[in-house]
């Protein structure tokens, strides 16, 4: 059963300190995503990737939060310094794009962040 | 902009009653449309999706939704809830350029 599987699923941490979120998407796909979900602003879409390459990371505050695919099975989201705002739930999805259409994001099951 | 409006923020339902969770939408051209659903500490699960042809989409555990151009609605139904759908739902719109805009989310609360 293939999966989306992101670690830690928890981290708590206090401000000022690095946090790094790592996502593996599911074999094959082609484009990842990081979304961040609060409960003021729901879901957000942080950045998101295809065939490895950056293509938007609009959403991504770009002084403290950096994302990246090292290779085709791990892509990481880090946040340097960290500030109590970023506490969040961190969802990764990934998906095929074949080009026409959209295709399924498949979610893995978040990172839950805590910034004290 | 596109923008996606889920109004109902709860609602609550009796276990074998049926179900319409409400969303519009406002894009300029024909939507990719999707409903989502959130199982506490779970990421996001695809029920169903529109992209065109019939207007009634069927999807997983029992759901289906009707597209509706002339509401801008894509509407999701299910005849008779059971406990297990209690859940967060998302209603979401596609850009055209493979990023999707998510609802705000209606929790469903299930009665015994």
């Known amino acids: 059963d293939a999966r989306v599987t992101q670690t830690p699923r928890h981290k708590v941490t206090e401000m000022g300190q690095e946090v790094t979120m790592r996502c593996q998407p599911i074999?094959?796909?082609?484009?990842v995503f990081w979304y961040r979900q609060t409960m003021m602003q729901g879901l957000e879409l942080l950045a998101y990737?295809?065939?490895?390459?950056?293509?938007?990371d609009s959403g991504m505050p770009k002084d403290r939060f950096s994302a990246e695919m090292p290779d085709a099975t791990l892509a990481t989201l880090k946040i340097q310094p960290s500030e109590p705002r970023d506490s969040a739930v961190y969802f990764c999805?990934?998906?095929?794009?074949?080009?026409?259409?959209?295709?399924?994001?498949?979610f893995g099951p978040g990172t839950r962040l805590t910034v004290l | 902009a596109q923008s996606v409006t889920q109004p109902d923020i709860h609602i609550t339902v009796s276990e074998g009653a049926s179900l319409e969770l409400r969303c519009n939408y406002s894009?300029?051209?024909?939507?990719?449309l999707f409903w989502y659903v959130q199982s506490p500490g779970q990421g996001l699960q695809l029920l169903l999706k529109?992209?065109?042809?019939?207007?009634l989409v069927q999807g997983i555990k029992g759901f289906e939704a009707e597209f509706k151009r002339s509401q801008s609605s894509f509407n999701l139904r299910k005849p008779s809830v059971h406990w297990s759908d209690a859940a967060e739902y998302f209603c979401?719109?596609?850009?055209?350029?493979?990023?999707?805009?998510f609802g705000k989310g209606t929790r469903l609360h299930i009665l015994p």
């Open positions: 990737f295809r065939n490895r390459a950056p293509l938007d």
């Open positions: 999805a990934s998906g095929l794009v074949r080009g026409v259409g959209y295709n399924e994001q498949f």
């Open positions: 074999l094959g796909h082609n484009t």
């Open positions: 979401a719109v596609g850009k055209g350029d493979d990023k999707i805009i």
């Open positions: 894009y300029g051209a024909t939507p990719y």
């Open positions: 529109y992209f065109s042809g019939d207007t």
